[in-house]
Each structure stands twice: as structure tokens, then as C-alpha cells.
Nanobody, 125 residues
Framework: QVQLVESGGGLVQAGDSLSLSCTAS????????MAWFRQAPGKERTFVGG????????VYTDSVKGRFTISKDIVKNTVYLQMNSLKPEDTAVYYC??????????????????WGQGTQVTVSS
């Protein structure tokens, strides 16, 4: 079955950097799209950024542009979320997701069929 395993969360201070990873198994990695979402306490889960593994660029929500970078390692079936200049408002549980979204759903939860377990990122001020 499909599994997405995340790692790399933790507690950091504002301005610090943190890298998350998500390793996928059980799916055709090179033909999928991967995304990162996050859910802050008491809020809905929202799109952070995404990447089409087989080609194409990356997209990000406005609040993380210039600070967060998504990359991929096709050999390791892994995507990464490099987070720089972290802010307290970046505190959330971060989830990776995999699927084959159409353009209109590429930034929505319903565009992704598979989800990781989530990893906590806490940024202190």
C-alpha cells in the first residue's frame, strides 16, 4: 500500500531553518505530484507548496514564497521542504500529500489521495 513517511519537525526559534522530508513508497513516484500542507492549532489545513515529480516547477502559497523551498530526490522517492527564516506563524503540523490533482485542485486537499502522518513544527518568538 501507499505510505508517506515524514520526518524533520521540531522546535526552533524565529529566524531559524528547518528541513522536512517525506519518503513515499507504493506509488509511481515519478508520475505523481507531491505537496506540503500545514494545520495550525484551531485552524484548517492549508496548502504550503507543491511539486510535480515528473517535471514542471514548484508552487508556493504567498506567505512562504522566498522562505520555503521544495525539492525532490527521485532515487530516494523523497521530497523535501526547506524552511528558512521561520516565523512563529509557521507553527503547525506539516503534512505531505501525494496525488494526481488537476490544476484547479492542485492547492486543495481534495486533489491529493495519500497523506503522511504529519510532523510538528514549532517556532518560538
Amino acid at each position: 500500500q501507499v505510505q508517506l513517511v515524514e520526518s524533520g519537525g521540531g522546535l526552533v526559534q524565529a529566524g531559524d531553518s528547518l528541513s522536512l522530508s517525506c519518503t513515499a513508497s507504493g506509488l509511481a513516484f515519478s508520475r505523481t505530484s507531491m505537496a506540503w500542507f500545514r494545520q495550525a492549532p484551531g485552524k484548517e489545513r492549508t496548502f504550503v507548496g507543491g511539486i510535480r515529480i515528473g517535471g514542471g516547477g514548484t508552487v508556493y502559497t504567498d506567505s512562504v514564497k522566498g522562505r520555503f523551498t521544495i525539492s525532490k530526490d527521485i532515487v530516494k522517492n523523497t521530497v523535501y521542504l526547506q524552511m528558512n527564516s521561520l516565523k512563529p506563524e509557521d507553527t503547525a503540523v506539516y503534512y505531505c500529500a501525494a496525488g494526481s490533482p488537476i490544476l484547479s485542485t492542485s492547492r486543495q486537499e481534495l486533489g491529493y489521495r495519500y497523506w503522511g502522518q504529519g510532523t510538528q513544527v514549532t517556532v518560538s518568538s
